[in-house]
C-alpha cells in the first residue's frame, strides 16, 4: 500500500497538482490522523495543511479522504502525533471555535520492524 500512496504523489507531482517532499528512500513511514471538531474548522483547514505540509518530516498531508479529519504521513521518528498537534494548534492562532485533538485507531497503528513480525 505504501507504494501505491508515493506513486500516486509521484502522478499528482508530475502534473503540477501537488508539491508534497517524496520521504527519504526506505524510511519507514507513519500514518497520524487529526479530527477537527468545530463551527470554524472548514475556513481554516486549508492553512493547517498548508503548515503541516512545511513541517519536516511531514510527506502527505490528506484532507479530502475523511471529513473533519487530516491524514498526515510522516517519516518515522521525525515527528510526533504531539508535535504535529501542538504545530496545528499553533497554525490556528487564537481561533478556539475550531478544536484538534490526535485520532489514535488503526490508522494510527505503531510501525513495526522484522523482530517484532511472527515467525512463519
Not at 506513486?7 to 503540477?16: E, M, N, Y
Request: charged letters at 15%.
Amino acid at each position: 500500500m505504501p507504494n501505491v500512496t508515493l506513486a500516486v504523489f509521484t502522478v499528482l507531482a508530475i502534473f503540477g497538482m501537488t508539491t508534497f517532499p517524496s520521504p527519504a528512500a526506505g524510511a519507514p513511514k507513519e500514518r497520524i490522523a487529526l479530527m477537527l471538531t468545530g463551527s470554524t474548522c472548514r475556513e481554516i483547514q486549508q492553512t493547517i495543511e498548508t503548515v503541516l505540509r512545511h513541517t519536516e518530516g511531514v510527506f502527505a498531508v490528506d484532507g479530502a479522504s475523511v471529513s473533519g479529519h487530516l491524514l498526515i504521513d510522516v517519516e518515522e521518528g521525525t515527528i510526533s502525533a504531539q508535535g504535529l498537534l501542538t504545530i496545528t494548534q499553533a497554525a490556528m492562532a487564537t481561533d478556539l471555535s475550531c478544536r484538534v485533538e490526535v485520532m489514535r485507531s488503526c490508522i494510527t497503528a505503531p510501525g513495526h520492524n522484522r523482530a517484532d513480525l511472527p515467525a512463519k
